[in-house]
């Protein structure tokens, strides 16, 4: 276990704004982040994840019309947790954290993301989230696509994190493995390439990094490499507690 691996050796204070597309290393480090400074952690694209859960199990699909999605994600009951240590997300009650991950969410979740009432809703969602963790003058660790952007203009640390298209294929296709779920690479390259498109393109809150955000190249740095550099930036602009 490495320096980077203690828990808690360093407290953080604020937000840390997390963004950049998938396969890039995001959601390890941030939790990873979060739990080394004792801090809380919000997947915000777990909660976009669920809200597509909640499109599909409307019976819907690509071909419903955004007022539809919109109504069957708003609607749905979804929870979502901020302990690094297990980060949940329900959806009516029932813990659906792996179903989330599944191939007819990831399908589905760029076109639930860009409907303007869904991310009005879980943006004031991910507010109360984040106002409930700093108060008191605690931190947490948010990651996404637009928080340094949109969710949290403010924040006092915005990170990007960037990698080439074939490295975030080749991270997802190990996840995917790992998870037990059917991993073929040309396939994932072209799902990781598509939800780049639609997740840059869109009108409301499009993927890009903040003038102030710090960008990382993930294509050539471990976890690890990550992770110490983001906790050197938490010490330099004061933000540990
Ligand atoms: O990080 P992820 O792959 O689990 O995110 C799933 C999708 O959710 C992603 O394709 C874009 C969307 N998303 C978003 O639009 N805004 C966020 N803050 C987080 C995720």
């Known amino acids: 276990m490495g320096a980077s691996e203690r828990r808690g050796d360093v407290a953080l204070r604020g937000v840390v704004a997390m963004d950049g597309p998938s396969g890039t290393g995001k959601s390890t480090v941030s939790r990873r982040l979060a739990q080394a400074c004792a801090a809380a952690y919000l997947d915000t694209g777990a909660m976009y994840r669920a809200a597509t859960l909640a499109v599909l199990r409307a019976g819907l699909d690509e071909h419903a019309d ?18 690094p240590a297990a980060p949940t997300v329900t959806l009516d009650g029932e813990d659906v954290s792996a179903e989330i991950r599944g191939p007819e969410v990831t399908g589905l979740v760029s076109a639930v993301s860009a409907v303007p009432e869904v991310r009005t809703e ?15 003058g605690g931190g947490i660790v948010v990651e996404g696509r637009d928080i340094g952007t949109v969710v949290v203009p403010d924040a006092p640390l915005k990170v990007y994190l960037t990698a080439s298209p074939e490295v975030r294929a080749a991270r997802r296709g190990r996840q ?37 955000a710090l960008v990382l190249d993930t294509d050539r740095l471990s976890a690890d490499a990550v992770l110490d550099r983001l906790r050197e930036l938490v010490a ?6």
Do not use: F, N, W
């Not at 330099?236 to 507690?241: A, E, F």
């Open 122 to 136: 879980l943006v004031a969602r991910q507010h109360a989230l984040i106002e409930a963790a700093v108060t008191g």
């Open 176 to 212: 995917d493995a790992k998870a037990g779920r059917d991993a073929d690479l040309h396939a994932t390259l072209a799902d990781v390439e598509r939800r780049d498109r639609l997740d840059s393109s869109r009108r409301v809150s499009p993927l890009y990094a903040a003038a102030d």
């Open 236 to 241: 330099q602009r004061g933000l540990d507690g």
């Open 66 to 83: 955004c007022g539809e999605m919109g109504r069957a994600a708003t609607g749905a009951r979804l929870e979502s947790g901020t302990d």
